[in-house]
């Protein structure tokens, strides 16, 4: 299959004051796009994986032949990375789930704000490069974990809730080396309806 980059679900402009249009425009149309132009390059030399999804390149990444195995963590990667990105991101947010979303992350992690808390940390103690997550794991719990580069959390059996660009690429031309304001900014635009289907 041919892998095509997604439209945003709302404008450009949509996210400001937390994300600007320039950046936007920039993380979507050029570093997105260019994990999708890398992905589709990488497996037109394998025509026998042209059926394969995303979920099935990523899931199956050892069984892959070794050559192809780092163009797909990062491609496939980046591209199912970003897609999941953009869709839990949205203007006119709530500023906190409800209902038992909100329940199942009271019952693992205390209150709520105890849950933004560590998310946070884990947010910022990424080195270099990478992302941070709430996923449901393998025995169904809601875990914070964090991943290098563009590795994805169903690379190892978990199934992502929220996810947090942390790549320098994701907020330096509004915030700089900021990091933390763009965390804390992250929770004014986070989609808590779309993210309580997907528990």
């Known amino acids: 299959m041919t ?3 997604p439209a945003l679900p709302y404008e450009y402009v949509a996210l400001d004051p937390y994300i600007d249009s320039e950046t936007m425009h920039l993380h979507h149309d050029k570093h997105h796009k260019t994990y999708v132009t890398k992905l589709n390059a990488a497996l037109a ?3 026998d994986l ?8 990523l899931t199956h990444i050892d069984d892959l032949p070794e050559s192809l195995q780092t163009p797909i963590r990062n491609n496939a990667g980046g591209h199912a990375n970003h897609s999941f990105f953009w869709r839990i991101l949205t203007e006119n947010a709530p500023l906190m789930p409800t209902g038992e979303l909100l329940e ?4 693992r992690f205390g209150t709520f704000k105890d849950f933004q808390a560590e998310f946070n940390n884990a947010a910022l103690g990424v080195f270099g490069s990478g992302w941070a997550w709430l996923v449901v794991d393998h025995d169904g719990e809601l875990q914070i974990m964090t991943t290098p580069n563009q590795d994805s959390p169903i690379m190892s059996g978990n199934r992502p809730l929220i996810g947090l660009d942390v790549w320098e690429h994701a907020y330096y031309l509004k915030y700089q080396n900021n990091r933390i304001d763009y965390i804390e900014n992250f929770w004014k635009i986070i989609n808590w309806p779309l993210v309580a289907e997907l528990i």
Do not use: G, Q, R, V
Request: proline content about 6%.
């Open 3 to 5: 892998f095509k980059l």
């Open 50 to 57: 042209a059926s394969k999804s995303l979920h099935d390149l």
């Open 45 to 47: 030399k394998h025509p």
């Open 104 to 107: 199942k992350i009271e019952a």
